[in-house]
Every structure is written in C-alpha cells, then in structure tokens.
C-alpha cells in the first residue's frame, strides 16, 4: 500500500511540475519579465533582515550607566549601538540587521519581530516535525527561495542558546547548512564566534548535537515520507468532498506539529500564571515579574525533560551577610526577580538572567555570584500537580464506571440470550409433544 502511495505521489508531483512549467511559460508570453527580458526576481535577502526595537525599560545598561551589561554592544559587528546620556539606546545607520544583538540580550530590551524567540521556536519545531530535516541557514549561504526545509535567518547566531536547547530537546533532526568558508567573507564578523558559542551551549544543555551540512548537495530537504503519504490521501479525500477522518483515523496526525505548539503555548501559559501564583508576581503594578522570551522556552524545556538540569550551568546572584535590606538591587533589577525578605534581598531563579545588576548597583558589594544548575530552575508546583492528580483519580474512576457498565450489560446480554435459548428449546420441546400426540 505505501507503494502505491509513493507512485501515485510521484504522479502528482509530475503534473504539479508540468503545470508550473506551462504556468511560467504562460506569464512570460504575457510579459511577467523585469525589463531586460529575465524572469521577475523571487528571492530578496532584505525581506529576512530587520532593525531591531528597543525597548529602554528593560535595558541594564539604561537603568544604570555604571552597568557591566554590554552583550549587545559586544555582539554587534559594525559598533551601531549607543547608550545615550538620558538613558536610551540609539541604533545607527551603519545597523546590519543580524539579529545577534537580539539573540545577546538577556533582558528582551532588543526585540524583533522577524526573529524572535518564539517565532524562530514555532517555525523550526514545524518543519522538524513534518521534514526529515530541518535546516536553519543565512541569506548569504542561501542565495536563492528557500525550500520547506530551510529556515533563512539574517545571521544564524540570531537564536540564542535558550531557543537551540528547547529545540533539541524535543527534535534531533535540525541542522545547520552553512558553506565552508562563507563567514570569513561575511561582514557580520563576530556571528561566526557567536552561534557557534551558543550552538555548543544548546548541545551540551540537551545532550543533543546539530548537524553541519556544508554542500547544497547534501541537503535532505524532502517532506517525511509518512506525513507525505497522509498529507495526499488526505488532499485527495477533500478533492473528492470527504473529509480525512471518515476515509483513516491515522490522518489525524497530520495536524500533530499545530497541535504541538498549541500544547507548548499552553504550557508557557500556565507556567506563567504557576509564577505568579507563587511569587505573587501579578500582585503590584509596578513591580510585575517579567519572564523573558528565552526564558519561558528555557522553563519548559526543562519541565519536559528534567534529566537535563544537571547540564545547565549558570552564575546566580546572592546575597552575602553584608546586605542591609536597602532595597536597591530589587528597584533595579530589569526583571523584578529580587525581594526583600526579613531584611535581606532574595534572588528568584526562575526570572533572574544574571545581567549582574545587582552587583554593580549595590552600596555595600553585598551581592555575591555561585555557579548554580538548572535543578534551582524546575519549577515544582503543588496545586498544579495536585490537579493533575485529581484528573487522572477522575479519568480512572470513569474508566472504571464504564468498565462496570460494559460488565453489566454483558451480563444482561447473556442473561437474556439464556433466556432466549431456553425459550426457543421449551418452544421446540412443544412442537416434539404436539406431533407425538398427533400421532
């Protein structure tokens, strides 16, 4: 039957090719050409780049000039970010829309809207779900459209180490296609450094790796044989005014990677709402929580693959038995994840991105660094798993009621073919009776 399905699927591809030929053959008659007589161009490099938004309010190095915070200053090939005297972020001209400030930023004070944490998360996680492979590469290594593989990025060091682990913890079959030598020639000078610091940061988190193809050739950019036989009979089933779950249930699976990212959404979700819950994070106005892009997809990673937080390694900040309670680390900490308690400042894990803040606003010196792992990051909620507990107490006790019912009415079944035997042979004794005594 896959055969079948295969032959028929090339059939169609065939057709599908035929058309578009005869379609492009047909526009160029009808003069679709740029003036000098060449097909109208359908790949632009411009159309993956963005200037990043900033958002000052979330900078450290806004919040306070002395900050040690300059990531995105350091990341940035071409030196075209500034921090103004009244406490902005200017971005110039000279801006090569690479993205990897975005990616540097511990704090979301540099956002876009092409590439951000998200979005890169969603669009890789759907081709990996439905493709052999998954590729993320460059304008500059591309050149052309991309296939439904490939995912182009301005630079490939736009995802940050945060994004590479969500993603390999859930899916092996992502790589990088990046042609030998093509970033010594790039003028984004630092991203070669970058991605592959983050890149090795994401691997050794999960334990996964990510492939490096550096030929075209090599690329395996075909459609997962087995989503691709479901997508035809089921395309077929519509052609014909049928929908694909009364022709195989098995179709259902074609929708997995939508429903994928609905379940993750919805975890970020209530991985939210479980921090507020517990830091009373939604409880003040000004002093709301802030739980980072990267970290959302960092927190439910881990949620999903506990065995994994012995390989996150990071500096959180504490406070030492110098601290007063002044209060100055938590009215500058970009996150609020700071808290006097009884007189000492408390440090939450959860939302803390060690941006070092703390430390360099502090009068006394009394924040002090400990190298911590991801264990310190699992966010353990009673209630939440308490509700887990009672809905699977309910789904039993359903599964049982209905178990129950089709016992009884087994044995109501049974009960009346008895009943019905013993008719039928007090029916039959009978008739022997009445043809004896006819007799």
């Known amino acids: 039957m896959a055969d079948l399905l295969d032959d028929l699927i090339g059939i169609s591809k065939?057709?599908?090719?035929l058309g578009e030929e005869f379609s492009s053959e047909t526009a160029e008659m009808r003069g679709a050409t740029t003036s000098d007589g060449k097909a109208a161009p359908v790949w632009s490099p411009s159309d993956y780049k963005v200037v990043p938004k900033v958002n000052a309010s979330l900078c450290v190095r806004c919040k306070d000039e002395d900050a040690s915070c300059d990531?995105?200053?350091?990341?940035?090939?071409?030196?075209?970010?500034?921090?103004t005297d009244d406490g902005d972020i200017e971005i110039g001209p000279s801006c090569r829309k690479c993205g990897l400030?975005?990616?540097?930023?511990?704090t979301d004070a540099m956002m876009s809207s092409l590439y951000n944490p998200r979005t890169i998360y969603d669009k890789i996680c759907k081709i990996a779900e439905s493709h052999e492979m998954c590729y993320v590469t460059c304008t500059r290594a591309l050149g052309h459209a991309p296939e439904d593989a490939e995912v182009v990025l301005p630079c490939v060091g736009a995802i940050s180490a945060e994004?590479?682990?969500?993603?390999?913890?859930?899916?092996?079959?992502?790589?990088?296609?990046?042609?030998?030598?093509?970033?010594?020639?790039?003028?984004?000078?630092?991203?070669?450094?970058f991605y592959t610091e983050q890149i090795s940061c994401g691997e050794s988190w999960s334990g996964e790796t990510v492939d490096l193809v550096e030929k075209e050739r090599n690329l395996i950019l075909e459609v997962d044989h087995q989503v691709e036989r479901k997508q035809f009979v089921s395309n077929s089933m519509k052609t014909l005014g049928m929908t694909a779950s009364k022709v195989n249930p098995v179709t259902a699976k074609l929708a997995r990677a939508a429903e994928k990212l609905s379940e993750?959404?919805?975890?970020?979700?209530?991985?939210?709402?479980?921090?507020?819950?517990?830091?009373?994070?939604s409880s003040t106005a000004e002093r709301k929580r802030l739980l980072t892009g990267t970290r959302q997809?960092?927190?439910?990673?881990?949620?999903?693959?506990?065995?994994?937080?012995?390989n996150i390694l990071?500096?959180?900040?504490?406070?030492?038995?110098?601290?007063?309670?002044?209060?100055?680390?938590?009215?500058a900490c970009p996150t609020s994840a700071i808290d006097v308690v009884d007189g000492k400042a408390k440090?939450?894990?959860?939302?803390?991105?060690?941006?070092?803040?703390?430390?360099?606003?502090?009068?006394?010196?009394?924040?002090d660094f400990m190298e911590a792992d991801g264990t310190r990051l699992i966010v353990d909620d009673p209630e939440a798993q308490k509700k887990i507990e009672e809905d699977e107490k309910a789904r039993k006790q359903k599964e049982e009621a209905r178990q129950k019912g089709r016992e009884m009415g087994k044995k109501a079944l049974d009960f009346l073919e008895a009943e019905a035997d013993r008719e039928d042979a007090e029916e039959e004794a009978a008739r022997r009776g009445s043809r004896k005594g006819a007799k």
């Open 14 to 17: 065939e057709f599908k090719s």
């Open 71 to 83: 990531l995105c200053q350091q990341v940035c090939p071409v030196e075209a970010i500034e921090f």
């Open 101 to 106: 400030c975005v990616a540097a930023c511990p």
């Open 163 to 193: 994004v590479w682990y969500a993603i390999l913890c859930e899916y092996g079959n992502v790589g990088v296609y990046l042609p030998r030598g093509i970033c010594e020639k790039c003028r984004t000078r630092t991203g070669e450094d």
């Open 264 to 281: 993750h959404s919805k975890q970020i979700t209530q991985l939210q709402k479980t921090l507020d819950r517990m830091t009373g994070g």
């Open 297 to 310: 997809l960092l927190l439910v990673a881990l949620s999903n693959h506990p065995e994994t937080a012995t």
């Open 314 to 331: 990071f500096d959180l900040p504490y406070a030492t038995d110098a601290c007063d309670g002044c209060g100055d680390c938590a009215d």
């Open 347 to 367: 440090v939450l894990s959860t939302h803390c991105v060690s941006c070092s803040l703390c430390a360099d606003v502090c009068p006394l010196d009394a924040i």
